[in-house]
């Protein structure tokens, strides 16, 4: 099961979900990769980390610039950390991570964070034209994501809305320029994606 949030299971209700489809799974992991600098020091680890404790999950992490990506399979959840999605899509190619993802959803339940659920879709062309500036290190030219899913999604909207400039207008040109529609989530609002289709929570 793929489960794409904006910034994590910060709601009551997605919480509530989630637990309900744990189903004796007792082990989770972050993979903490797409915070290029800080990996397990990321500032938002202690508050993933207790969500996932509260479920009755243990918790481990993964940083698959150093670990091998097939560690992810001793674990029930996985859960993708946000940060840089250039770098994170980067990363999982070289490393091989991209081949075991189908598998890995098939089996497993995968929580993305922010850029961790947006590497999950098909691509993250949104991402590049909204913020084209965080590729500017990476220099990432194939944005193919893991085609996990057709569901596109942008995270954090209302908050980003007041950040960016032209954020709704680029949203609506990218809808027309693709023919697709995009979820617009906030913050504690997440998509579950399963075989009957997906539940926006």
Same mark, same amino acid.
């Given at each position: 099961?793929?489960?794409?949030?904006? *910034?994590?299971?910060?709601? /009551?209700?997605?919480?509530?979900?989630?637990? #309900?489809?744990?189903?004796?799974? +007792? #082990?989770?992991?972050?993979?903490?990769?797409?915070?290029?600098?800080? +990996?397990? /020091?990321?500032?938002?680890?202690?508050?993933?980390?207790?969500?996932?404790?509260?479920?009755?999950?243990?918790?481990?992490?993964?940083?698959?610039?150093?670990?091998?990506?097939?560690?992810? @399979? %001793?674990?029930?959840? $996985?859960? @993708?950390?946000?940060?840089?999605? @250039?770098?994170?899509?980067? #990363?999982?190619?070289?490393?091989?991570?991209?081949? $075991?993802? /189908?598998?890995?959803?098939?089996?497993?339940?995968? $929580?993305?964070?922010?850029?961790?659920?947006?590497?999950?879709?098909?691509?993250? *062309?949104?991402?590049?034209?909204?913020?084209?500036?965080?590729? %500017?290190?990476?220099?990432? *030219? %194939?944005?193919?994501?893991?085609?996990?899913?057709?569901?596109?999604?942008?995270?954090?909207?209302?908050?980003?809305?007041?950040?960016?400039?032209?954020?709704?207008? $680029?949203?609506?040109?990218?809808?027309?320029?693709?023919?697709? +529609?995009?979820?617009?989530?906030?913050?504690?609002?997440?998509? @579950?994606?399963?075989?009957?289709?997906?539940?926006?929570?």
């Amino acid at each position: 099961m793929l489960i794409l949030t904006s *910034n994590g299971l910060t709601s /009551k209700k997605l919480i509530g979900k989630v637990y #309900s489809l744990l189903e004796g799974r +007792k #082990s989770a992991v972050t993979v903490t990769t797409a915070s290029q600098y800080y +990996k397990e /020091k990321d500032y938002h680890i202690p508050g993933l980390t207790e969500e996932l404790l509260n479920l009755g999950l243990t918790v481990d992490y993964c940083d698959i610039d150093d670990d091998q990506p097939e560690k992810l @399979f %001793d674990y029930d959840v $996985i859960e @993708f950390l946000g940060g840089n999605p @250039f770098y994170l899509l980067k #990363s999982m190619r070289k490393s091989g991570c991209h081949t $075991i993802m /189908k598998k890995l959803e098939s089996e497993k339940i995968i $929580i993305g964070v922010s850029s961790g659920s947006a590497v999950m879709q098909k691509n993250i *062309n949104l991402i590049d034209k909204c913020t084209p500036e965080m590729n %500017d290190e990476t220099k990432l *030219n %194939d944005l193919t994501g893991m085609s996990l899913t057709n569901i596109e999604i942008l995270p954090h909207y209302t908050r980003y809305l007041s950040k960016f400039d032209r954020f709704e207008e $680029i949203a609506a040109e990218y809808e027309m320029e693709n023919n697709c +529609k995009i979820l617009r989530i906030d913050d504690g609002q997440g998509v @579950f994606l399963g075989e009957a289709g997906y539940e926006l929570i």
